[in-house]
């Protein structure tokens, strides 16, 4: 008996743990789930827009550390793709551009309470721009629980395609820059992680398919929370900055849970043509389908309400006659049948270049 419990006492007791957790979704979903939160300045003096003050964000990291658990963007990234697993209230720190303000104001908030976070650089301008962080500033946030990880070179609107450049010389150039920015950080951080932030959230299907050829994981500016159905190309994260600062809207995002799609009927967010008349599908895993309430769905964009039709696992809206020009986006959400108080969310975004083929910042 003792040699049989110490064989298989262990693998049986594994093996029940996990039939356990597989045949209850509702149980499942929110620890492979988590939120990711954007930030870029944290100053009283840089623009509003991305900006939050340091009082602001004291009192984000206050709520924060009394409701989450916050891990590296790492492990996140590893428990959504099936490896690993982090604690059902995860939450991730991100800023995008490398700013000196992160270490001056946000740093010392984020050290007291011992937060790990990722900032995403632009390895041209480190060191180069008044308001940039030096390298030895990159080395000594470091060694302080920040990663550094890819913006690009030199923030390019990525979907930006040079008079007479064919679409392959433009993957090509593009993915130059990437490769040249994680080359840089790696040499001055010892570390590359393959995790590349796309300026202005910006990306398409080809280069998005490009990057998960070459082991690379990337994120957006669209919304969401990340669980096992994210596309590891396209990572939402919640802005927290300007407009999106206020702390109540902000607790429903971090209460948010991955809307659990494995289909678009759109799957290129780079649209040529800005009147789409077709409504956009979106289909969802079957089984975690019925923990989506989708009686209750609500699909918005630029704050109107968009018509929708929902079915089993899938649901459908109808897009507005014509999508501006730039960067927009839809976002749906459905609360949650388990777990009240909580819901579904999922964006899609949209990326129009003018007639000159131009990219507004
Ligand atoms: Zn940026």
Redesign the pocket.
Known sequence: MQFIMTRWGFPLLVCLLSLLSVSSYAQKSPHSSGVILLY?HVSADTPRSTSVTTAQFEQHLDYIAEHYSVVPLQDLVTAAAGQGSVPDNALAITF??GYENILQNGHPLLKAHGFPYTV?INPAVIGKQNNQLSWAQVEAMQKEGASFAN?TMD?LHLLEQHIGETKQAWLARVWKNISDAETMIAEHTGKSLKYL?Y??GEYNQTLARKLADNGYIAFGQHSGAVGSFTDMAAIPRFPAAGPYANLDTLKTKMASLAMPVTSTSLTDPEISERNVKKPVAITLNEDAASLVRLSQLACYFQGERLPIKTAQSQFEFTLPSTLPIGRSRVNCTAPSNSLSGRFYWYSMPFFIATKEGKYPD
């Open positions: 870029h995008d551009d995403f913006h923030h932030a300026p202005f």
